[in-house]
C-alpha cells in the first residue's frame, strides 16, 4: 500500500510540474487567463493539472487539410519562387529563339542552293 502512495504521489508531482511549466511557458491558454490556470494547477492538487491539460493547454497547429505556416521571406521551393520560375521562362525564351534563328537560317540556306 506504501508503494502505491509513493507511485501515485509521484504522478502527481510530475503532473504538478509539467502542467505548470507548460502554462507558464505557452503563447496563450484556453478557456481562461494564466493566472487562474497557475491558480487552479497550484491550489487543487491532482485535478487541476489534469483539468489545465484537458481544458486549458493550447491546441497544436492543424497539420493535415489546413493552412500551411511558410516563411514570407524565402519560398520552400523553387516552383514557389516567382523570381526563379521567370528566369526559367526567360532562359527557356532565349534558347527557342536562338533555335528557331538556326532552323531559319538553314531554311534559307537550303532555298539558296
Not at 500500500?1 to 508531482?13: E, K
Not at 524565402?74 to 528566369?87: G, I, M, N, Q, Y
Request: proline share 10%.
Amino acid at each position: 500500500m506504501v508503494r502505491l502512495f509513493i507511485l501515485l504521489a509521484a504522478v502527481q508531482l510530475v503532473l504538478f510540474v509539467l502542467a505548470l511549466i507548460s502554462c507558464l511557458s505557452a503563447d496563450r491558454v484556453r478557456n481562461a487567463p494564466r493566472l487562474v490556470w497557475v491558480l487552479v494547477i497550484l491550489l487543487i492538487p491532482l485535478l487541476g493539472p489534469i483539468a489545465y491539460f484537458v481544458w486549458g493547454r493550447p491546441l497544436p497547429p492543424p497539420t493535415e487539410g489546413g493552412p500551411v505556416r511558410r516563411h514570407a521571406s524565402r519560398p520552400s521551393s523553387p516552383d514557389d519562387d516567382p523570381d526563379f520560375l521567370r528566369s526559367v521562362d526567360t532562359e527557356k525564351s532565349r534558347r527557342d529563339s536562338e533555335m528557331l534563328a538556326q532552323w531559319e537560317k538553314e531554311l534559307n540556306k537550303g532555298e539558296e542552293d
